[in-house]
Nanobody, 115 residues
């Protein structure tokens, strides 16, 4: 059973930065792709950023140029660097990994951006 454990959420003011980390229970290069989703109150869960086994990244338009996803294979970790945070980035952020057509989820970590 794949396990994903997120860390790094918190409360910040607009314009500040946060880094989220997700540690997997196995080699991250076993996964077809990994990514970060978020869900704000009353909204559907949306894909924020993803990275596939080849290293190709993808971002939702609203975070382009502010968020960056990267991985550390040695540490079995992916991270999401979030810069210039906005109140609309407030949500629970979930780490996700896909392998052989099946998706696995972390427990989620809260990010709150407020003045």
């Amino acid at each position: 059973q794949v396990q994903l454990v997120e860390s790094g959420g918190g409360s910040v003011q607009p314009g500040e930065s946060l880094r989220l980390s997700c540690e997997a229970s196995e080699n991250i290069f076993n996964f077809n792709d990994m990514g970060w989703y978020r869900q704000a109150p009353g909204k559907e869960r949306e894909l924020v950023a993803s990275i596939n086994v080849g290293g190709v990244t993808n971002y939702v338009e609203s975070v382009e140029g502010r968020f960056f996803i990267f991985r550390d294979g040695h540490k079995k970790t992916i991270a999401l660097q979030m810069n210039r945070l906005k109140p609309e980035d407030t949500a629970v952020y979930y780490c996700n990994a896909r392998i052989l057509g099946r998706r696995y989820w972390g427990q989620g970590t809260q990010v709150t951006v407020s003045s």
